[in-house]
T-cell receptor, first 113, second 112 residues
């Protein structure tokens, strides 16, 4: 597509439930990133996929968070047993040219009640 | 460790006035530096970036930024602000591992 697409745009879930957030990167982009933006905070790096290499998971805050990227394209970020502190906007970005070519999606706003 | 500081949480300027948003970074090598803008409910849009070369970088929407190594700064400027510039602005530094480190952002309000 023309841009990075994220779905859903908004998600309200009950504490303890699992959620899946989806990111469709720009076609041909080999790198994909997930960031979390909490209210009043900057962007927190979560995970980075580059081609077929093992992902950089160093930013995932706990083992409740996981992500996969199927076929080198679509990525799903899964949060298990959601907690209220997981409430945030989750942003996905993709890149073909490395750091110079990031394009961000509009994000998924997750609210845990 | 890499980090970015944006000392101003919120700035208010009058339309037509000049603007400067501050950004300081901590990085051991020559950094890749970026400014992004985020309008409400939107993702981040790249305004400009610095990799090397000329330390004064021109971006979109009339913005520019100057890299000052001695001050570890990369301040964003615009000579005349428009009401449509009201948004959240993020400075970021990237390492060679393609990982971005963002500041906490500066919220810009433009008054008529």
């Amino acid at each position: 597509g023309a841009g990075v697409s994220q779905s859903p745009s908004n998600k309200v879930t009950e504490k303890g439930k699992d959620v899946e957030l989806r990111c469709d990167p720009i076609s041909g982009h080999t790198a994909l990133y997930w960031y979390r933006q909490s209210l009043g905070q900057g962007l927190e790096f979560l995970i980075y996929f580059q081609g077929n290499s093992a992902p950089d998971k160093s930013g995932l805050p706990s083992d409740r968070f996981s992500a996969e990227r199927t076929g080198g394209s679509v990525s799903t970020l899964t949060i298990q047993r959601t907690q209220q502190e997981d409430s945030a906007v989750y942003l996905c970005a993709s890149s073909f040219q490395g750091v110079g070519g990031y394009t961000f999606g509009s994000g998924t706003r997750l609210t845990v009640v | 460790a890499q980090s970015v500081t944006q000392p101003d949480i919120h700035i208010t300027v009058s339309e037509g006035a000049s603007l400067e948003l501050r950004c300081n970074y901590s990085y051991g090598a020559t950094p890749y530096l970026f400014w992004y803008v985020q309008s409400p409910g939107q993702g981040l849009q790249l305004l400009l970036k610095y990799f090397s070369g000329d330390t004064l970088v021109q971006g979109i929407k009339g913005f520019e930024a100057e890299f000052k190594r001695s001050q570890s700064s990369f301040n964003l400027r615009k000579p005349s602000v428009h009401w449509s510039d009201a948004a959240e602005y993020f400075c970021a530094v990237a390492n060679t591992g393609n990982q971005f480190y963002f500041g906490t952002g500066t919220s810009l309000t433009v008054i008529p």
